[in-house]
């Protein structure tokens, strides 16, 4: 997977757990989830959306590498090739 393909992925999951999210607004390096005030279920949601789109299974101690666009959409690409 390229990591643009990655980002997107990254952004539609926001995207589906916080519909009104201006995730365009976001930086590549912003913490997201104190950007956009995420509770731990909204992230956990995130978690999850990012996984069944992504196809890779993400461990609990996955999660802090999980803070902003960039490293999402690293983890992702790391983890499909």
Not at 22 to 49: I, T, Y
Request: proline share 4%.
């Amino acid at each position: 997977m390229k990591r643009t393909e990655a980002l997107d992925m990254v952004r539609e999951a926001i995207s589906q757990v916080i519909p009104d999210a201006d995730v365009a607004a976001l930086g590549p390096d912003d913490a997201f989830r104190d950007v956009l005030e995420m509770d731990s279920l909204d992230f956990l949601s995130f978690v999850e959306v990012l996984s069944e789109r992504s196809g890779v299974r993400i461990e609990d101690d996955d999660t802090p590498r999980l803070t902003t666009l960039s490293d999402s959409a690293d983890f992702v690409v790391a983890h499909t090739q």
